[in-house]
């Protein structure tokens, strides 16, 4: 369909049932979701006339403004008198507490016919947009984007981009769900970078965050308080309203939201953050819709959509018998960080405590996915995660970095700056030739020197709450007891927490960078050439069986009687491992003496069957 904008002909856009539609005779239809109000008026900041609402059915209330343009700016007057932005504006060009922009409608002229790439392709690239290069903007990625092709990436994961208050931030307390955050560039430019990206052969994926709202600039407590429900608290405050009275239009916010992050800017797939969060007592819970429709919806190239679930529900990765995917693709498997990281640092504070000096669970982490499958664990007090051994390697996105687990600490450390460089070799040769789909953290690749460090930008009261909030979260720990060391934490409000992190690309040319690169860049084109192809013959988890302390072999089963094997000694002694005549992929470590292989070695073989 096509519609008129100031004498121009431009595509019209799939309808959503939020935010602003252009209509075919010209002009644009502006609704709002505002139950409990009487009168909504539309505010256009280049006219103080308020144009009056029209109720409709359900508590929308919309209005046809036959002169729209695009890049008005406009918000919604409520019957208080208060002004509020549109929660499912496309654009916020002066932050969370200013007019909505209204947008063309879908002009972008995409340069590549993308297809998409296969899933068993993946080798993913975990970025936040701000702090990726000096600049912070969706156009200064593009030209990063041969880096990444040239080092094997074949897919980008964005953190959050829904609009969150002030300058920076992770993206995980976004407010504005539709609208890219302006301080990365316009939409347009979001497009451009996917574009790119596809040029490249780079598929482009974008964390999504359903669980909670952050907690400035949120104006839908006040345009529609059943959006939220008291029934279910999460660690953020009262829960979202998935399946209460009214909760139909919640539902479809995401589900459209969704949506339109695959439509509209091609993206080629998710990742739905923390869903253990989301509390849903539903027939069908709201993410299972979500992946439903959007697979309904995207049939002109694959959809991978990513979960992280501290619940490890094998359920949700479940394939059928022909090898589909009638849910969830893959989930970030926070089990194989934990047992590679223990196994390179020899950390044992928190969570740790529970992976560290229990060599099982990192032969079961490896080969099945979960380590912990329906097993107490001590430091949740429960029962954590359900079987995968029917999962193929292929439904665990595997990680030894990513915001998270940098981002958590403290100080913001890489790996790189607290494991023995030969321990740092030897859980990424597993993780990067595993047949779990691998994923770097930006930086990774040439073992950057700059930390990953909470930042954020919010003022006032909020601002001190989160200050103090982020120094006390690490008091339960022994190495923070003292008030002296815990004042050393770095403030998440200070600018210069967050110019801290910023890579100093620079960095890729000193010695130790540019070995770290070349390693990265030659064991993913091993991957590329022996590893994906197997990939989709391994239909379930490999075998696996403790050979010594910290050391296991791994076996998968392929195709026309073949086997890749993995010998993993990440102990400092010699251990005999059973004899393997298979044709050699790896070798990290010291050549073995026989069948012994010394300590930090790790080998890949496959043999032909």
């Known amino acids: 369909m096509n519609a008129k904008v100031e004498g121009v002909s431009v595509r019209m856009a799939p309808d959503y049932d939020f935010g602003p539609r252009w209509l075919p005779e010209g002009g644009a239809r502006f609704r709002v979701w505002a139950p409990t109000e009487s009168r909504v008026q539309l505010r256009l900041a280049r006219n103080a006339r308020p144009r009056p609402m029209h109720p409709r059915a359900g508590g929308w209330h919309e209005v046809d403004v036959p002169d729209a343009v695009p890049g008005d700016r406009y918000g919604f007057e409520l019957s208080d008198g208060t ?92 407010v504005f769900l539709y609208a890219p955050e302006s301080t990365y560039g316009r939409p347009d430019d979001l497009r451009e970078l996917v ?60 589900a459209q939201n969704a949506l ?35 697979r309904r919806a995207i049939t002109d190239r694959p959809v991978h959509l990513l979960l ?11 394939r059928d018998r022909g090898g589909g995917l009638p849910r969830f693709t893959a989930q970030w498997n926070d089990d194989i960080h934990h047992v590679l990281h223990v196994a390179a640092t020899g950390e044992s504070s928190g969570y740790y405590q529970e992976y560290r000096g ?30 995968s051994k029917t999962l193929p390697p292929a439904a665990f996105v595997s990680f030894l970095q990513n915001h998270d687990q940098i981002g958590n600490r403290a100080f913001g450390e890489r790996l790189s700056q607290i494991a023995e460089p030969r321990a740092l070799r030897a859980v990424a040769a ?60 770095p403030d998440p409000q200070a600018e210069g927490t967050f110019l801290a992190s910023r890579l100093r690309w620079e960095d890729r040319s000193l010695p130790d960078c540019a070995a770290s690169l070349r390693w990265y860049q030659l064991v993913l084109s091993v991957r590329r050439a022996h590893i994906v192809p197997l990939i989709r013959e391994i239909h379930q988890a490999g075998e696996w069986q403790v050979v010594g302390e910290s050391a296991v072999l791994v076996r998968w089963d392929c195709a026309r009687g073949r086997e890749l094997r993995l010998a993993a000694n990440l102990s400092s002694q010699v251990v005999d491992f059973p004899a393997d005549d298979g044709r050699v992929l790896w070798l990290e470590g010291e050549t073995p003496a026989g069948t012994m292989l010394a300590p930090w070695t790790v080998r890949w073989t496959l043999s032909d069957g």
Request: glycine letters at 10%.
């Open 430 to 489: 597993i993780q990067m030739l595993a047949p779990q789909i691998p994923m770097l953290f930006m930086g990774e690749e040439w073992s950057a020197r700059q930390p990953f460090l909470f930042f954020c930008d919010f003022h006032g009261e909020l601002a001190q709450a989160v200050r103090e909030g982020r120094r006390n979260e690490f008091r339960r720990f022994p190495e923070f007891a003292d008030a002296q060391t815990r004042d050393r934490i």
């Open 358 to 387: 229990d060599t099982r669970l990192l032969g079961r982490a490896i080969a099945e996915g979960f380590a912990f499958q329906g097993e107490i664990m001590r430091f949740r007090g429960r029962e954590r995660g359900s079987p």
């Open 83 to 174: 002004v509020t932005p549109d929660p499912a504006s496309r654009f916020q060009p002066e932050d969370v507490h200013s007019w909505s922009e209204l947008m063309p409608p879908t002009p972008f002229a995409w340069k590549v016919d993308w297809r998409g790439r296969l899933w068993e392709e993946m080798v993913i690239y975990e970025l936040h947009v701000g702090t990726f290069t000096p600049e912070g903007t969706f156009r200064a990625a593009i030209g990063k984007l041969d880096h990444l092709a040239g080092l094997g990436v074949t897919a980008i994961e964005l953190m959050p981009l829904g609009d969150f208050p002030g300058k920076r931030g992770w993206g995980y307390d976004g």
């Open 195 to 254: 574009d790119a990206a596809h040029e490249r052969g780079i598929a482009v994926l974008l964390d999504v965050v359903y669980n909670h709202f952050g907690p400035e600039g949120n104006y839908l407590p006040r345009l529609a308080p059943t959006f939220f429900t008291d029934k279910h608290q999460t660690p953020w405050g009262a829960g979202i309203n998935f399946d209460q009275a009214h909760a139909g239009n919640v539902r479809e916010f995401f």
């Open 260 to 294: 339109y992050w695959l439509r509209e800017f091609r993206l080629d797939g998710l990742r739905l953050d923390a869903v253990h969060a989301i509390r849903d007592s539903s027939r069908t819970h709201v993410i299972e819709e979500i992946a439903r429709r959007l």
């Open 308 to 318: 992280e679930n501290e619940e490890n529900q094998s359920a949700l990765l479940r």
